[in-house]
């Protein structure tokens, strides 16, 4: 079983509507959480972290849930510009600085 | 700032010619790291480090060496190259201290091994 396990879509949406990623991970160790977004051919680059009380970063608002191990992230507005792929990141208790990441899950925004 | 840096950007090696991946960073960031990705499988940790002087393997560290004598440089050594490390493969880095510290990653370097 993947430590972090997401849908890999793709999720086709017209501009302007809402669409959710969820994530689930299996280690109940781990401690910070992040989503990443990675648009074609680039490196991943750090969208929000996510904290237990839930965030939001304008039109995006991510969630945790602990004793489900599942994270999400919910994108309102959608712009063409979202198209990329959101990777699901997690770090371990132990070990801070090793990301474990998802395979990712593609977005694609249509006109 | 450049960030974090990565040469060349792309590669191709036949199977057993050697190499290496070249990383720098200039925000004297303490953690560096070098990560692989291939099709449908996230991208997986090949080997870090936690200061000059310091590295160890990650979760895929088989077919690479590592070495770190400067904090801005961590290169990644392919000692015989092989079809299954045809990947793209990149570098990052994060500072110390604050747990949840974002990391820094490179544009990346795309390998094919014939």
């Known amino acids: 079983r993947k430590e972090v396990e997401q849908d890999p879509g793709p999720f086709n949406v017209p501009e302007g509507a809402t669409v959710a990623f969820n994530c689930t991970y299996s280690?109940?160790?781990?401690?910070?959480f992040f989503w990443y977004r990675q648009d074609c051919r680039k490196e991943p680059k750090l969208l929000m972290s996510v904290y237990s009380s839930g965030n939001e970063d304008g039109r995006f608002t991510a969630q945790l849930n602990r004793a489900s191990q599942y994270i999400s992230l919910l994108i309102r507005d959608s712009k063409l510009s979202d198209s990329a792929t959101y990777l699901c990141?997690?770090?371990?208790?132990?070990?801070?600085?090793?990301?474990?990441f998802g395979s990712g899950t593609r977005l694609l925004v249509r006109p | 700032n450049a960030g974090v840096t990565q040469t060349p950007k792309f590669q191709v090696l036949k199977t057993g010619q050697s190499m290496t991946l070249q990383c720098a960073q200039d925000?004297?960031?303490?953690?560096m790291s070098w990560y692989r990705q291939d099709p449908g499988m996230g991208l997986r940790l090949i080997h870090y480090s936690v200061g000059a002087g310091i590295t160890d393997q990650g979760e895929v560290p088989n077919g690479y060496n590592v070495s770190r004598s400067t904090t801005e440089d961590f290169p990644l050594r392919l000692l015989s190259a092989a079809p299954s490390q045809t990947s793209v493969y990149f570098c990052a880095s994060r500072g110390g201290g604050r747990i949840g510290e974002t990391q820094y990653f490179g544009p990346g370097t795309r390998l094919l091994v014939l």
């Open positions: 925000m004297n960031h303490e953690y």
């Open positions: 990141v997690v770090t371990l208790m132990d070990s801070s600085y090793k990301l474990i």
């Open positions: 280690n109940s160790a781990s401690q910070s």
